[in-house]
């Protein structure tokens, strides 16, 4: 056996990327990892974690509202920015800090540098060269933006969690997750709120009725949707505000532009090309179920192989990958329900099958829907409802997609994940007793098909 410097080397210290070294190094492997920018990612540092300190900031403002029907007079509020952005800062600082000691104290070699694959064995980092037996990429991926005239007065998810000051209006361009999710912060935060998507109605991918249904509850949010929309040009005025144009003619001024357009597999200067790695067309790294790329001993996973990019579905992989090289273990890491999560205003909870994707894989469905103001609001005097569907295969009873768009959604979705991942029946869910009195209790009392 060839005498190399490690027997793991990863590039990228994200979600996958130190789930798999930590893991390793455990096994008496000798693992290397390098990171560029921040230990932990785009989740621990420009995504999941920073983002949804933000929507619980962005909540309180309804919160003050709602309480004067129950009794509390709250006075005069205010909201500063310096002090949200601060504060997430120093907690984000603090998650980098046990990532470092996660990896050193796991007795990983950690280096900070852009890793580069000088040959199938070989990363340079800062000039130095080393050898590993195999390397692993788990680079993330990088927010997108369309090329158009202005384009360089806008931000992406990258720059908004350190803005120096809190825009009074603010455009969000997009139709995915964190379109929708950023244009309730910034509405909950106070800042009059657009948000520009091109096709006719966002979330695509998702439940139709659950899309149609979030639109409106979005809406009674103060962000003003704008679809079928598109813009065409930015100008920078000279009191420093951007003055957008649409492509339907339409001017929007704004403080901030914020493009959520999607995000690529992060693989510029890794050394791809060079080695002859074969990729997909977006950029994305090409693997097979072992998450080895067409060079056996490079392998990648994360959202650098675009296939689920989330946080939960990266450390999966991370462990399947140990598990197959060290273990002599599978590396196959079951796609099938994956609960997700939209903290949106109200949230999405969701698992399993669309009513559509059902009406297309089984021959006869029954769909459940309960369309509600939850107790909360029969004296807070909002007026947001809550929407739960069940989607059930006639022939098995088997249950095979529940959705949920109200307070909570992302918690009380977990819960009803494991319930699919065993097999639940919609007979399993009828004979359990309900947790009263909670929205959560409406899964199990749902007892009439809404439409079959």
């Known amino acids: ?16 990327g130190v789930r798999t070294a930590r893991m390793a190094a455990a096994k008496g492997v000798r693992v290397a990892i390098t990171e560029d920018l921040y230990l932990g990612g785009t989740c621990v540092n420009v995504g999941c974690v920073p983002k949804k300190l933000f929507v619980y900031s962005s909540h309180y403002a309804h919160d003050f509202q709602e309480a004067k029907g129950f009794g509390w007079n709250v006075g005069e509020t205010s909201f500063d920015w310096p002090t949200l952005r601060d504060n997430k800062t120093k907690e984000i600082e603090r998650l980098n800090g046990i990532y470092k000691n996660m990896l050193v104290n796991a007795g990983c070699t950690l280096m900070t540098g852009r890793g580069v694959m000088i ?11 080393y050898t590993a037996e195999r390397i692993l990429v788990a680079t993330g991926g990088w927010p997108f933006v369309p090329d158009f005239p202005g384009k360089e007065h806008v931000i992406s998810s990258n720059e908004v969690f350190f803005l120096e000051q809190f825009p009074k209006r603010a455009v969000v361009v997009g139709g995915g997750y964190i379109a929708v999710e950023f244009a309730g912060i910034f509405a909950g935060l106070g800042a009059k709120t657009d948000l520009i998507y091109r096709g006719e109605l966002f979330l695509r991918g998702f439940d139709q009725e659950v899309r149609e249904f979030t639109a409106r509850e979005v809406a009674k949010k103060q962000v003003n949707l704008n679809f079928n929309c598109d813009i065409t040009s930015i100008d920078k005025q000279a009191d420093g505000s951007l003055l957008i144009t649409t492509n339907d003619g339409r001017t929007i001024e704004a403080d901030c532009v914020m493009y959520a357009t999607g995000r690529n597999p992060k693989v510029a200067n890794l050394g791809l090309e060079a080695l002859g790695i074969k990729q997909a067309a977006n950029g994305a790294i090409v693997v097979d179920d072992n998450f080895q790329s067409s060079v056996p001993s490079v392998y990648a996973l994360g959202d650098v192989i675009d296939r689920i990019a989330l946080t939960p579905v990266a450390l999966a992989e991370g462990m399947a990958l140990v598990n197959h090289l060290y273990n002599e273990g599978s590396a196959e890491v079951n796609y099938d329900l994956i609960a997700t999560a939209v903290f949106c205003q109200p949230n999405i909870g969701t698992v399993g099958l669309s009513e559509e994707q059902a009406r297309e894989q089984y021959a006869n469905i029954d769909v459940y829907v309960s369309d509600f103001r939850a107790m909360k609001h029969t004296l807070s005097g909002s007026d947001e409802r809550t929407l739960m569907k069940m989607i059930v295969d006639k022939a098995s009873d088997k249950v095979v997609g529940v959705h949920m768009v109200g307070s909570e959604a992302g918690e009380i979705i977990q819960g009803i994940a494991i319930a699919l991942k065993a097999g639940a029946t919609k007979a399993v869910f009828d004979s359990t007793i309900g947790v009263h009195p909670t929205a959560a209790e409406e899964f199990v009392t749902m007892r009439t098909p809404t439409r079959s």
């Open 1 to 16: 056996m060839a005498d190399f410097d490690f027997d793991l080397f990863v590039i990228g210290a994200g979600s996958g």
């Open 119 to 129: 040959d199938a064995h070989t990363v340079e980092v800062n000039g130095e060269q």
